[in-house]
């Protein structure tokens, strides 16, 4: 997971502008997928 | 540039933790019955859809510590994004239960359990209208201040029904540890939203702020002078903003973000340059001396680094403000460094300070550049909109990499610039706007 938002926020370039929004969007669909895969992970270690 | 990434780094990580936090004690319980994966799915998308709605409230909560990771504005836009993220997660929570398990829907019967049917449908219409309002209500009439105040109660309610849902259907809650700590993560959520609500006005009514006086300027732009009552005022640096109340309460859901026109090297009074916009823009350009104000701030991240080499500002029409403020503070601190001001505008009556802005420009190290749009023929200076040919005439002496370049003008205005410094290799660290887009 921490490797993962490192590759999102390499690609990032961040800052105020237009581009900085457009990246501050991807970055919360980042976060988000990550949070779902995590989500799928809970699902299986529970699952009988 | 790498503090920027290392700051990022650390809030998405932690934002990641914290959402899935309560999903570590959850799968580590071995005293509850495994369950089918996609029951556990759709649960565990209801918990962290519910962490990722208290998540919310952090990131609108105005502290002065998170925003300058990313700016103020990209908070917002990450804010409106994991919004509609959470609403997708929060919907697949019942969908993906209703499809694996019909005998779920009995949570939406009224006749099995009136107030859990009520109260989780509206939840749920809540959840639905905390992300069409801020993107539709606007245009159906609904005033900015009647949004504020219903964003804010929906999203409370959601999260309150969220957490009386999660306890009762008592799977993973069951356990007085793991319903404290239920009740005091949700709780911790809501401390955000009272915080920035209630706890920052509450401290601002001891704080007031006076109208010195109103003077008009050119561009249908008003000088806003205003004066702290009884106390020094706040410290802010040039270019930064803050949200202003006027009236006798700081409750009030009038509450507008402006930028500071004057040096902040001036302490004792403080100056906003308002363009008529808005009723309330509108209505402040009349306000009589002696109103009452309050000031919540400063704010922004749209700052002179102190290792700048040199500054571009690239503004258009009220967007000269941070500009205007950043080049008083550097004239008062005598700072030397290479300034340069293209300001952009449609007629020469449209340039707001036009007056000052010549006369700093007296000085050896600053240089003004007007651009008119829609100059008639006795103009004799740049005409037409900021383009690469422009700034590649006036700013060949100031560019280097440690220039700072600042956009500040209407939208169209700043894509266009902003793509512009993009294509002439400005880092990205190195550009900075300012948008003032917090709806």
Request: net charge neutral.
């Amino acid at each position: 997971m921490i490797l993962a938002t490192a590759m999102i926020l390499a690609t990032l370039r961040l800052g105020d502008t237009k581009m900085g929004h457009i990246q501050a969007q991807r970055l919360a669909n980042g976060l988000a997928l990550m949070v779902i895969v995590a989500t799928f992970v809970f699902a299986w270690m529970r699952s009988g | 540039m790498k503090q920027i990434l290392w700051r990022t780094g650390f809030w998405s990580i932690a934002y990641v933790l914290v959402v899935v936090l309560p999903l570590v004690p959850a799968a580590l319980r071995g005293d509850l019955e495994r369950r089918e994966w996609g029951i556990e799915l759709g649960v565990g998308l209801g918990i962290v859809g519910l962490m990722m709605l208290g998540l919310q409230f952090i990131t609108t909560a105005r502290f002065r510590w998170v925003a300058p990771s990313v700016g103020s504005d990209s908070l917002i836009y990450f804010h409106r994004q994991a919004g509609i993220l959470t609403l997708l997660i929060v919907l697949a929570h019942p969908l993906i239960l209703f499809v694996v398990d019909p005998d779920f829907l009995r949570y939406l019967d009224p006749r099995e359990n009136l107030p859990r049917a009520v109260f989780l449908t509206l939840a749920t219409l809540g959840m639905v209208g905390l992300v069409v309002l801020p993107l539709w209500g606007l245009r159906w009439g609904l005033s900015y201040e009647w949004w504020r105040l219903t964003h804010g109660l929906l999203a409370a309610g959601v999260l309150l029904v969220g957490l009386a849902h999660g306890l009762q259907v008592g799977h993973y809650t069951s356990g007085l540890v793991a319903q404290a700590l239920s009740v005091m993560v949700v709780g911790g959520f809501l401390w955000f939203l009272i915080h920035a609500r209630v706890v920052k006005p509450w401290r601002m009514r001891k704080r007031p702020y006076r109208v010195r006086d109103v003077v008009p300027d050119q561009g249908d732009v008003a000088r806003v002078m205003i004066e702290p009552l009884g106390h020094e005022g706040l410290v802010f640096e040039a270019g930064q903003y803050a949200w202003m109340t006027t009236g006798h309460s700081p409750f009030s859901l009038q509450q507008h973000p402006f930028s500071f026109a004057s040096s902040s090297e001036k302490r004792g009074e403080f100056e906003f340059a308002i363009k008529e916009s808005g009723d309330f823009t509108g209505a402040i350009q009349d306000v009589p001396r002696g109103t009452q104000v309050f000031l919540e701030g400063p704010y922004g991240a749209f700052r002179l680094d102190s290792k700048a080499e040199a500054a571009v500002f690239l503004a258009g029409g009220i967007g000269v403000t941070p500009a205007l403020s950043m080049l008083r503070t550097a004239r008062d601190r005598g700072d030397q460094r290479p300034f340069v001001l293209v300001y952009g505008n449609t007629t020469p009556d449209a340039i707001a300070y036009r007056h000052e802005l010549e006369e700093l420009a007296e000085q050896p190290n600053v240089d003004l550049v007007h651009v008119l749009s829609e100059a008639d023929e006795p103009w004799s200076g740049e005409k037409g909109f900021i383009t690469d040919e422009l700034l590649q005439r006036h700013l060949t002496a100031v560019v280097g990499k440690d220039t700072q370049y600042f956009v500040c003008g209407p939208p169209p205005m700043m894509d266009a610039v902003e793509k512009v410094l993009m294509k002439r290799g400005v880092p990205s660290h190195r550009l900075l706007a300012e948008r003032f887009d917090f709806i």
